[in-house]
């Protein structure tokens, strides 16, 4: 069963980068068959905001709404994929998920929609 696992700093000063890796155990992220590595967020109070995905053949898809800030990218050999989100503000303030799914899912309710998903991490933007 494939396994991920988020990691990066939990507090961000606005206007600066925010990196942060997954991790995959269990499965290839470039060799599994058409999955959708995926990147999530929620915000204090708010539901899921699905934020981007990186396809196994290393296509990437962005949500409109975040796509000038973003960046996915991937490293084989550690089987890892990464986010980038630039220009932050208190507005990014959110607990970030990452997750893999056979589809590509642009609206997400539950984490559950996914086949398996991070336990999160949580990232504060502040001064």
């Known amino acids: 069963q494939v396994q991920l696992q988020e990691s990066g700093p939990g507090l961000v000063k606005p206007s600066q980068t925010l990196s942060l890796t997954c991790t995959v155990s269990?499965?290839?992220?470039?060799?599994?068959?058409?999955?959708?590595w995926t990147w999530v967020r929620q915000p204090p109070g708010k539901g899921l905001e699905w934020m981007g995905a990186i396809h196994t053949t290393g296509a990437t898809y962005y949500s409109p709404s975040l796509k000038s800030r973003t960046a996915l990218s991937r490293d084989p050999s550690k089987n890892q994929f990464t986010l980038q989100l630039s220009s932050v503000t208190p507005e990014d303030t959110a607990v970030y998920y990452c997750?893999?799914?056979?589809?590509?899912?642009?609206?997400?309710?539950?984490?559950?929609?996914?086949?398996?998903w991070g336990q999160g991490t949580q990232v504060t933007v502040s001064s």
């Open positions: 997750a893999s799914s056979p589809r590509l899912l642009r609206s997400v309710r539950s984490l559950t929609d996914f086949t398996s």
């Open positions: 269990g499965g290839s992220i470039t060799t599994l068959t058409s999955y959708y």
